[in-house]
């Protein structure tokens, strides 16, 4: 039963979750986004969910990662959420609160451009994932660039103030390359009941994205235990929920090559944080900054 389990979930390792914000795509309209944007050595199976997201299974691990680290994307012009699958994956806990997003820092001051710094600047925001090509190489100094997965739950940070080694603070700008709207009222994102902007009542047109998603607490793709089965890459666990966002200064764990950054001694290291090294960085085609999505 247990090697069942285990087999079973193998077939899944190399399948990320896919959430069109604001309107389930059809198929069909999914098939010809992907193959347009996704590159991909081999098309990926395509299962629809009942909690209305969609398992994507990739041939291979190394195409799930490229897709998962070279968004944003849009399916049908909306913006998607592509998530890893895993065993204990929660689609209403999790999927639309729980987001990867590429992050850029401006004109972030150069002696912050080691890994474990970045590590800990993309700390503020989340638990960042990795940096993109040209960030690492650091061979394009306008503005640092992170994937960091954000809780949306919390309130989205423009500005976050950096210590420098001689005790001076810099307040440095942030710039989400999508900035999701997320609804705490209705715990989904794609919009926001609490906020009643006058200049938005104006705009009689304006389009609102409201999932069609009910919650339902099925769980056809769960299985009893996980197999993380992912190569040289770690998958963030998130069972560690922040309780002060704002003020919490979260440990940073950096594996591989890097050393444990140490910004506090009463801090446990409590959340796992695979900003990977230099040497495994899943590149985006041409490291550039140009998402394939957005065009
Ligand atoms: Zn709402």
Known sequence: M????????????????LYVIGETPTIKDLNTDIANQWKVSHPPEIFYHSEGYFVIRFKEM???NRVLYSGPYTIANKPVIVKPWEMDFDFQKEALRMVPIWIQ????PLNCW????????????????????????????????????????????????IEGSNGRTINQKVVYEWEPIYCKR???????????????????????????????????LHHEKEARKTNEWTIPR???????PETSNPAVVVMNTYEMLHMDPVIEPVIPNPLIDKGKLPMQEGGDLIPSGAG
Not at 2 to 17: G, R
Not at 105 to 108: D, E, S, V, Y
Not at 118 to 133: C, F, K, V
Not at 135 to 161: F, G, M, W
């Open 105 to 108: 820092f401006p004109n972030l």
């Open 238 to 244: 998130r069972t560690v929920a922040r309780e002060k």
């Open 2 to 17: 247990e090697n069942e389990i285990e087999i079973e979930s193998a077939k899944w390792a190399s399948s990320l979750i």
């Open 186 to 220: 209705c715990t989904k994102a794609g919009h926001d009941c609490g906020v009643s902007k006058p200049v938005e009542r104006k705009k009689k047109a304006q389009e609102k994205w409201v999932p069609r998603v009910q919650a339902q607490p099925d769980s056809e």
């Open 62 to 64: 190394e195409d799930r």
């Open 114 to 161: 080691g890994m474990n710094s970045l590590s800990r600047i993309g700390s503020t925001l989340g638990t960042p994932l990795l940096a993109d090509e040209c960030t690492a190489s650091q061979t394009r100094l306008s503005y640092a660039r992170l994937l960091i997965e954000i809780d949306l739950t919390q309130p989205i940070k423009h500005n976050i103030v």
